[in-house]
T-cell receptor, first 112, second 110 residues
């Protein structure tokens, strides 16, 4: 099992450009999450999904959109990147219930 | 609103010098408290889940404990390979989301 994978690993964008981050999991998990991690701020939830075709806003959703068309994939989109979106992005997944989340290796995004 | 505060922010130990990391939390109803380890440039790696006050779990040199207001991660006779950032997170009874603390950066010197 690959677990949770993320593509790409690194990306540099210019202000105003768009991109999509892909998260895939092969553990048949119902729930999937997107976080961003910034120095001094910890991990903050952007959006999450409790099942195929469902999405919900987290703590810091502005400037991001998500889609979960297939159970195993969760996409995070930036329509018009801003320097404030420079961060490390992590995807996670888990089974429904009080169970641990499994994290991907992260995507380091720089917006200039 | 759920809150998680970890202390200290950073901790330096000598190899073999035992210590504890603290995670204080405020949540309306606790469903679970989670400890993770994060190495530089990698995603968080799950360590423990604690569900109720008084519960304890152990793994190698690590032991996690839980009270109604805080959790401790005890590190016994640490080794340099225990150096990492340790994250604490809480899940409340009404949902699936986790609220994370900012972490404690542990450095163990040989």
């Amino acid at each position: 099992n690959a677990g949770v994978t993320q593509t790409p690993k690194f990306r540099v964008l210019k202000t105003g450009q768009s991109m999509t981050l892909l998260c895939a999991q092969d553990m048949n998990h119902e729930y999937m999450y997107w976080y961003r991690q910034d120095p001094g701020m910890g991990l903050r939830l952007i959006h999450y999904s409790v099942g195929e075709g469902t999405t919900a806003k987290g703590e810091v959703p502005d400037g991001y959109n998500v889609s979960r068309l297939k159970k195993q994939n969760f996409l995070l989109g930036l329509e018009s990147a801003a320097p404030s979106q420079t961060s490390v992005y992590f995807c996670a997944s888990n089974l429904a219930g009080p169970y641990e989340q499994y994290f991907g290796p992260g995507t380091r995004l720089t917006v200039t | 609103e759920d809150q998680v505060t970890q202390s200290p922010e950073a901790l330096r130990l000598q190899e073999g010098e035992s210590s504890s990391l603290n995670c204080s939390y405020t949540v309306s109803g606790l469903r679970g408290l989670f400890w993770y380890r994060q190495d530089p440039g990698k995603g968080p790696e799950f360590l423990f889940t604690l569900y109720s006050a008084g519960e304890e779990k152990e793994k190698e040199r690590l032991k996690a404990t839980l009270t109604k207001k805080e959790s401790f991660l005890h590190i016994t006779a640490p080794k340099p390979e225990d150096s990492a950032t340790y994250l604490c997170a809480v899940q409340e009874t009404s949902g699936s989301r986790l609220t994370f603390g900012e972490g404690t950066q542990l450095t163990v010197n040989p």
